[in-house]
């Protein structure tokens, strides 16, 4: 079973950073790929990131590569966004996800699992 809970949002200035992280109480977390989704007010809901069991591959939304970077660790069943140089517009509830496969999460960008979510705001 696959029990996802974010933390580490918050509010910050652009520019500033922020990380998120995200634990799952179950006991697959090393096999599965891992993401990281965002959906801002009024919108749908995006891809941001994706992470395989084994950390050998990766995935980025065009807009936040070079200033968000997603990492794990599988010892302690949590996976990492650290955010870098945050913009107004990354303003969104960031939200964990999880599946069986890097392909399902980090291509096809979507997910079996999902955590509650967790608010960032970036004010100019």
């Known amino acids: 079973q696959v029990r996802l809970v974010e933390s580490g949002g918050g509010s910050v200035r652009a520019g500033e950073s922020l990380m998120l992280s995200c634990r799952d109480s179950?006991?697959?977390?090393?096999?599965?790929?891992m993401g990281w989704f965002r959906q801002a007010p009024g919108k749908e809901r995006e891809f941001v990131a994706a992470?395989?069991?084994?950390?050998?591959?990766?995935y980025y939304e065009e807009s936040v590569k070079g200033r968000f970077t997603i990492s794990r660790d599988n010892a302690k069943n949590t996976v990492y966004l650290q955010m870098s140089e945050l913009k107004p517009e990354d303003t969104a509830v960031y939200f964990c996800?999880?599946?069986?496969?890097?392909?399902?999460?980090?291509?096809?960008?979507?997910?079996?699992?999902w955590g509650q979510g967790t608010q960032v705001t970036v004010s100019s």
């Open positions: 996800a999880a599946d069986t496969a890097i392909r399902i999460v980090g291509i096809d960008r979507t997910a079996r699992w």
């Open positions: 179950g006991r697959t977390f090393g096999q599965n790929a």
């Open positions: 992470i395989s069991w084994e950390s050998l591959s990766r």
